[in-house]
Protein backbone atom coordinates (compact mmCIF):
# COMPACT_ATOMS: atom_id res chain seq x y z
CA UNK A 1 0.00 0.00 0.00
CA UNK A 2 2.77 2.57 0.89
CA UNK A 3 4.74 1.82 -2.39
CA UNK A 4 1.61 2.56 -4.55
CA UNK A 5 0.99 5.90 -2.42
CA UNK A 6 4.73 6.53 -3.46
CA UNK A 7 4.25 5.86 -7.09
CA UNK A 8 1.04 7.91 -7.41
CA UNK A 9 2.58 11.16 -6.04
CA UNK A 10 6.29 10.67 -7.86
CA UNK A 11 4.12 9.81 -11.18
CA UNK A 12 1.80 12.96 -10.84
CA UNK A 13 4.92 15.01 -10.20
CA UNK A 14 6.70 13.67 -13.46
CA UNK A 15 3.59 15.18 -15.19
CA UNK A 16 2.89 18.05 -13.08
CA UNK A 17 5.89 19.81 -12.26
CA UNK A 18 6.67 22.73 -14.12
CA UNK A 19 10.49 23.12 -14.86
CA UNK A 20 11.45 26.98 -16.45
CA UNK A 21 14.82 26.33 -18.82
CA UNK A 22 17.35 29.15 -18.45
CA UNK A 23 17.94 29.96 -22.32
CA UNK A 24 20.14 32.87 -23.78
CA UNK A 25 17.11 34.88 -24.02
CA UNK A 26 16.04 34.12 -20.33
CA UNK A 27 19.65 34.80 -18.98
CA UNK A 28 19.70 38.00 -20.80
CA UNK A 29 16.38 38.70 -18.78
CA UNK A 30 17.56 37.79 -15.89
CA UNK A 31 21.12 39.96 -16.58
CA UNK A 32 18.89 43.09 -17.21
CA UNK A 33 16.30 42.87 -14.44
CA UNK A 34 19.16 42.31 -11.95
CA UNK A 35 20.30 45.55 -12.86
CA UNK A 36 17.41 46.83 -11.21
CA UNK A 37 16.05 47.44 -7.81
CA UNK A 38 13.81 44.80 -6.31
CA UNK A 39 11.44 47.41 -5.11
CA UNK A 40 9.53 48.06 -1.86
CA UNK A 41 9.26 45.11 0.41
CA UNK A 42 6.01 44.63 2.68
CA UNK A 43 5.79 45.82 5.94
CA UNK A 44 5.37 43.16 7.53
CA UNK A 45 7.57 41.35 11.13
CA UNK A 46 6.23 38.04 9.12
CA UNK A 47 8.30 38.75 5.47
CA UNK A 48 11.88 38.58 5.02
CA UNK A 49 13.11 41.29 2.81
CA UNK A 50 16.05 39.50 1.68
CA UNK A 51 14.62 36.24 0.90
CA UNK A 52 10.91 36.78 0.39
CA UNK A 53 9.59 34.33 2.86
CA UNK A 54 6.77 34.85 4.54
CA UNK A 55 7.13 33.09 8.15
CA UNK A 56 4.11 30.94 9.93
CA UNK A 57 5.15 29.84 12.79
CA UNK A 58 8.22 30.16 14.67
CA UNK A 59 9.59 26.72 15.44
CA UNK A 60 13.05 25.74 15.26
CA UNK A 61 13.11 23.26 12.15
CA UNK A 62 12.69 25.12 9.33
CA UNK A 63 10.62 24.01 5.88
CA UNK A 64 10.79 26.89 3.02
CA UNK A 65 8.11 26.26 0.06
CA UNK A 66 8.80 28.64 -2.96
CA UNK A 67 5.45 28.05 -5.12
CA UNK A 68 3.77 29.46 -8.13
CA UNK A 69 -0.18 30.05 -7.46
CA UNK A 70 -0.53 28.70 -11.62
CA UNK A 71 0.89 25.79 -10.56
CA UNK A 72 -0.53 22.26 -11.34
CA UNK A 73 2.06 20.23 -9.32
CA UNK A 74 2.29 23.12 -6.45
CA UNK A 75 -1.70 22.62 -5.37
CA UNK A 76 -0.76 18.85 -5.81
CA UNK A 77 1.85 19.04 -3.34
CA UNK A 78 -0.60 21.75 -1.10
CA UNK A 79 -2.80 18.78 -1.36
CA UNK A 80 -0.57 16.04 -0.07
CA UNK A 81 1.60 18.08 2.57
CA UNK A 82 -0.43 21.31 3.48
CA UNK A 83 -2.52 19.88 6.16
CA UNK A 84 0.58 18.00 7.82
CA UNK A 85 2.76 21.69 7.86
CA UNK A 86 -0.12 23.64 9.06
CA UNK A 87 -0.15 21.14 11.91
CA UNK A 88 3.86 21.60 12.37
CA UNK A 89 3.91 25.09 12.25
CA UNK A 90 0.95 25.40 14.31
CA UNK A 91 2.12 23.11 17.04
CA UNK A 92 5.47 25.06 17.17
CA UNK A 93 7.80 22.36 15.43
CA UNK A 94 8.60 24.55 12.25
CA UNK A 95 8.59 27.52 11.30
CA UNK A 96 6.88 27.34 7.52
CA UNK A 97 8.54 29.99 5.06
CA UNK A 98 5.95 29.73 1.60
CA UNK A 99 7.90 32.41 -0.82
CA UNK A 100 5.47 33.33 -3.44
CA UNK A 101 7.12 33.10 -6.91
CA UNK A 102 6.35 33.96 -10.47
CA UNK A 103 7.45 31.58 -13.15
CA UNK A 104 4.10 31.07 -15.10
CA UNK A 105 2.96 34.33 -16.42
CA UNK A 106 3.55 33.48 -19.60
CA UNK A 107 0.94 30.50 -18.59
CA UNK A 108 -2.10 33.08 -18.08
CA UNK A 109 -2.99 34.56 -21.47
CA UNK A 110 -0.46 37.89 -20.66
CA UNK A 111 -2.61 38.62 -17.21
CA UNK A 112 0.61 37.81 -15.18
CA UNK A 113 -1.21 35.99 -13.29
CA UNK A 114 1.26 34.06 -11.13
CA UNK A 115 2.58 38.00 -10.41
CA UNK A 116 -0.53 39.02 -9.74
CA UNK A 117 -1.34 36.39 -7.32
CA UNK A 118 2.15 36.58 -5.75
CA UNK A 119 1.79 40.11 -4.99
CA UNK A 120 -1.26 39.18 -2.73
CA UNK A 121 0.11 37.03 -1.05
CA UNK A 122 2.39 39.72 0.44
CA UNK A 123 -0.36 42.42 0.47
CA UNK A 124 -2.24 39.61 2.81
CA UNK A 125 1.18 39.59 4.56
CA UNK A 126 1.08 42.84 5.64
CA UNK A 127 -2.70 43.55 6.11
CA UNK A 128 -2.03 40.74 8.54
CA UNK A 129 -0.15 37.34 8.36
CA UNK A 130 -2.22 35.18 10.52
CA UNK A 131 -4.19 35.01 6.82
CA UNK A 132 -1.35 33.76 4.69
CA UNK A 133 -1.89 30.50 5.22
CA UNK A 134 -5.32 30.28 4.85
CA UNK A 135 -5.25 32.80 2.02
CA UNK A 136 -2.21 30.20 0.35
CA UNK A 137 -5.14 27.24 1.04
CA UNK A 138 -7.87 29.30 -0.17
CA UNK A 139 -6.03 30.02 -3.61
CA UNK A 140 -5.01 26.50 -4.40
CA UNK A 141 -8.49 25.26 -3.58
CA UNK A 142 -9.98 28.42 -6.63
CA UNK A 143 -6.69 27.75 -8.66
CA UNK A 144 -7.33 28.49 -12.30
CA UNK A 145 -6.56 26.44 -15.10
CA UNK A 146 -3.17 26.81 -17.36
CA UNK A 147 -3.19 28.81 -20.65
CA UNK A 148 -6.61 30.91 -18.97
CA UNK A 149 -6.24 34.54 -18.21
CA UNK A 150 -6.55 33.51 -14.13
CA UNK A 151 -7.88 34.44 -11.71
CA UNK A 152 -9.37 38.39 -12.35
CA UNK A 153 -7.83 41.01 -8.85
CA UNK A 154 -11.14 41.47 -7.99
CA UNK A 155 -11.59 37.93 -7.37
CA UNK A 156 -8.08 37.28 -6.07
CA UNK A 157 -9.19 40.02 -3.26
CA UNK A 158 -12.31 38.63 -3.02
CA UNK A 159 -10.46 35.35 -1.53
CA UNK A 160 -8.39 37.06 0.62
CA UNK A 161 -11.33 38.97 2.08
CA UNK A 162 -13.44 35.31 2.73
CA UNK A 163 -10.24 34.62 5.01
CA UNK A 164 -10.26 37.69 7.13
CA UNK A 165 -8.08 40.05 5.31
CA UNK A 166 -8.86 43.96 5.38
CA UNK A 167 -10.66 45.84 3.09
CA UNK A 168 -7.11 47.74 2.37
CA UNK A 169 -6.01 44.68 0.73
CA UNK A 170 -8.21 45.78 -2.62
CA UNK A 171 -5.69 48.56 -3.51
CA UNK A 172 -2.23 46.69 -2.61
CA UNK A 173 -3.62 43.64 -5.23
CA UNK A 174 -5.20 46.24 -7.94
CA UNK A 175 -1.93 48.26 -7.51
CA UNK A 176 0.38 45.70 -7.74
CA UNK A 177 2.76 47.40 -5.10
CA UNK A 178 4.84 44.01 -4.72
CA UNK A 179 5.16 43.13 -8.30
CA UNK A 180 8.82 43.93 -8.19
CA UNK A 181 9.60 42.75 -4.84
CA UNK A 182 8.29 39.10 -6.33
CA UNK A 183 10.26 39.35 -9.73
CA UNK A 184 13.60 39.91 -7.56
CA UNK A 185 12.98 37.26 -4.91
CA UNK A 186 11.85 34.87 -7.45
CA UNK A 187 15.05 34.65 -8.65
CA UNK A 188 16.65 34.02 -5.56
CA UNK A 189 14.52 30.51 -6.02
CA UNK A 190 17.12 27.54 -5.45
CA UNK A 191 17.69 25.13 -7.69
CA UNK A 192 16.82 21.45 -7.80
CA UNK A 193 20.42 19.02 -7.60
CA UNK A 194 20.78 18.24 -11.50
CA UNK A 195 18.32 20.76 -12.75
CA UNK A 196 18.76 22.95 -15.47
CA UNK A 197 16.24 25.62 -14.68
CA UNK A 198 14.11 26.79 -11.66
CA UNK A 199 11.31 24.48 -11.05
CA UNK A 200 7.62 24.33 -8.89
CA UNK A 201 7.26 23.46 -6.44
CA UNK A 202 10.90 23.54 -4.75
CA UNK A 203 10.68 22.71 -1.22
CA UNK A 204 13.93 23.50 0.96
CA UNK A 205 14.37 21.31 4.46
CA UNK A 206 16.41 22.99 6.94
CA UNK A 207 18.83 24.22 4.17
CA UNK A 208 18.51 20.58 1.98
CA UNK A 209 17.11 21.68 -1.04
CA UNK A 210 14.81 18.58 -2.00
CA UNK A 211 14.68 17.20 -5.94
CA UNK A 212 11.12 16.79 -7.10
CA UNK A 213 11.41 13.75 -8.74
CA UNK A 214 13.41 11.32 -6.02
CA UNK A 215 12.03 13.03 -2.90
CA UNK A 216 8.92 13.78 -2.92
CA UNK A 217 6.57 10.92 -2.54
CA UNK A 218 3.84 12.05 -1.10
CA UNK A 219 4.64 11.09 2.52
CA UNK A 220 5.24 13.83 4.70
CA UNK A 221 6.61 12.02 7.57
CA UNK A 222 8.79 10.26 5.25
CA UNK A 223 10.25 13.06 2.65
CA UNK A 224 9.65 16.23 5.07
CA UNK A 225 9.61 15.31 8.98
CA UNK A 226 11.94 12.16 8.83
CA UNK A 227 14.77 15.14 7.98
CA UNK A 228 14.22 17.30 11.10
CA UNK A 229 17.07 18.07 13.41
Known amino acids: MAQRKVNWFAIGISIAVVVVLIGIGVAVWWGNALANSAGEAPDSPAVDASTGAIAVGDGPDTVDTYVDFMCPACASFEQAYGPALADLAADGTITLNIHPVSILDRASGGTEYSTRAANAAYCVAEDDADN ?15 GGTGLTDDEIVAIAQGVGASDDVAECVSDGTYKRFVAAMTRET ?9 ATPTIVVNGEVLANQTDLTGDPQRDIVSRFN
Open 190 to 198: PLQEGASGV
Open 132 to 146: VLPFVQAMYANQPSE
